[in-house]
């Protein structure tokens, strides 16, 4: 299956930036999309962002405006800005690819994650 895996997690103060990688080889070829979900310590998973294969993008009115997703095809890699970031904006966040606008079924498995610490 297509593996992802996440890369440039840290600590920030509030109002920094971050850039996440998640680098999937196959994503292209299988035409997945990938979806971002992230957990705080004592709460629910939330997904909070999506990119298509046809590179449409999807997020939810906490991140809007603020997250950026975007995709490198020849590196197989999907890129996570994250600018003005918050305290609450402080869990794991994993990436995962998904078949369903026209991958195959290759796609759909969960990256380890990587630690987004925001501090005031």
């Known amino acids: 299956q297509v593996q992802p895996v996440e890369s440039g997690g840290g600590s920030v103060q509030a109002g920094g930036s971050l850039r996440l990688s998640c680098t999937a080889p196959g994503f292209t070829s299988n035409n997945c999309g990938m979806d971002w979900y992230r957990q705080a310590a004592g709460k629910q998973r939330e997904w909070f962002s999506r990119?298509?294969?046809?590179?449409?993008?999807s997020y939810i009115d906490s991140v809007k405006g603020r997250f950026t997703i975007s995709k490198d095809k020849a590196k197989d890699t999907v890129y996570l800005q994250m600018n003005s970031l918050k305290p609450e904006d402080t869990a794991m966040y994993f990436c995962?690819?998904?078949?369903?606008?026209?991958?195959?079924?290759?796609?759909?498995?969960w990256g380890q994650g990587t630690q987004v610490t925001v501090s005031s």
């Open positions: 990119i298509r294969s046809d590179g449409i993008t």
């Open positions: 995962k690819t998904n078949p369903n606008y026209g991958g195959s079924l290759l796609c759909g498995r």
